[in-house]
């Protein structure tokens, strides 16, 4: 098939990769910069499989700038651009979604869409309306930054939010390029599909917060967290994964995903998702508080990416920390190598480790590394497991 992915972030161009090995791939973006790196056979984004699949496998795959070349004589468009959330809107911005719908429209409009970019529950309904076009398809992610194609090549399950044919077609195209067998495949109803989506990422959001505040608990009582952790996860029904504390949940869906749920829930009695949301910030503000209370003159944050083996800053937890550290006066130097720059957002970047290390009274790190081995009476980290 002639398969066109509007956006090259994790989402789309994971699913570029992917599904070059068997199609022809146009790789749609606005940055020139992604484009050059594509057609090199680069990977734009930190993702340890995509540049492996990019150097290493015969890849049916052009990456251009050029609307109309991608959305002309095309079999399928798939749209994966971003859909920040917009805290004054109380929704997520899907101005780059209807804008790739509008120009599929000028170009190829009987070509069917299937929209990965996330966004709230009724939207696809919405812009099927819209436009008239009842093949407009939602089809949701379940990637992890800096492994969406390994997520791709072993998924959890494929859900797509139709029954038509065309359904049948994408979720064939996806279970095939798969190298998992038997994985399992959901049809439903467009909304259902959206809503799958956010409660998925919220429930994660949930889980991160709930294994926090069981720290925060642990830690001011001066408790042994990690003994807690594990007789807690030894029930079979709670599990021993996903339960590693940090500074809060953060990254490119969580945030925004919980915030969008929850705007879904107006006029809808509840509690939980609110109190989830709440509770990022209240962790955040442990975190910083027990930092500025430690009354240090400068405060070294070790990276800001929100995991190993990621280059995501988006939304990462360390930021509100920083801040709140910031408005008590006290100086902030950073470590992170993959800026070049001097300052970033205000703040200092030092990347001479050492210098980092010896100019630091306290240093921070959301998840720590044994190069900090040398310097740790000086690091703040709640990283029990040494994981994500």
């Known amino acids: 098939m002639k398969i066109t992915v509007a956006g090259t972030g994790y989402v789309g161009l994971s699913l570029a990769v992917l599904l070059a090995k068997r199609h022809e791939v146009i790789a749609l973006d606005i940055i020139k910069e992604k484009v050059e790196m594509l057609n090199k056979g680069i990977s734009p984004i930190k993702d340890a499989m995509i540049s492996k699949y990019l150097k290493e496998e015969k890849l049916n795959i052009k990456a251009t700038l050029d609307k109309k070349e991608a959305y002309t004589g095309r079999d399928l468009i798939i749209i994966a651009t971003p859909t920040n959330y917009d805290p004054e809107q109380n929704y997520f911005d899907t101005s780059s979604v209807e804008e790739a719908i509008e120009r599929v429209l000028e170009y190829g409009k009987d070509i069917p869409i299937i929209i990965k ?9 919405k812009v099927r309306n819209k436009y008239h076009k009842p093949d407009i398809i939602f089809s949701p992610e379940f ?3 800096g492994k969406a194609l390994e997520d791709n090549l072993y998924p959890s399950r494929i859900v797509v ?4 044919d065309i359904a049948k077609v994408f979720a064939n195209i ?9 994985v399992p495949v959901l049809y439903c109803g467009s909304s259902e599909a959206e809503a799958i ?3 998925a990422n919220t429930y ?3 889980r991160i917060a709930y294994f926090n505040e069981l720290d925060t608990y642990a830690e001011t009582k001066g408790l042994d967290t990690k003994a807690i952790i594990e007789g807690v996860g030894l029930d079979d029904r709670i599990g021993s994964h996903y339960n590693n504390p940090s500074f809060g949940y953060g990254g490119y869906c969580l945030p925004k995903d919980t915030k969008q749920l929850l705007a879904n829930f107006d006029n809808v009695p509840s509690n939980l998702i609110e109190a989830v949301v709440k509770s990022n910030t209240t962790r955040k503000d442990h975190i910083a508080d027990t930092v500025i209370n430690k009354k240090p003159k400068t405060v070294g944050v070790y990276r800001l990416v929100m995991k190993a083996d990621s280059d995501n800053f988006r939304s990462s937890a360390v930021f509100d920390v920083m801040n709140k550290i910031k408005d008590a006066g006290i100086d902030i130097i950073v470590y992170e190598p ?3 720059d001097d300052i970033y957002l205000g703040y200092k970047i030092e990347n001479d480790l050492e210098a980092f290390k010896k100019d630091s009274d306290v240093i921070i790190a959301n998840r720590y590394s044994d190069l900090l081995d040398d310097v740790l009476d000086k690091v703040y980290t709640r990283d029990l497991y040494r994981r994500d």
């Open 197 to 199: 989506k956010l409660f």
């Open 117 to 125: 970019s996330t966004i709230p529950v009724g939207y696809t309904e």
């Open 143 to 145: 990637l992890r930054e």
């Open 174 to 182: 996806l279970k095939e390029a798969a190298l998992k067998e038997d």
């Open 204 to 206: 994660l959001a949930l």
């Open 161 to 164: 939010g139709d029954t038509s």
């Open 338 to 340: 993959t800026l070049k």
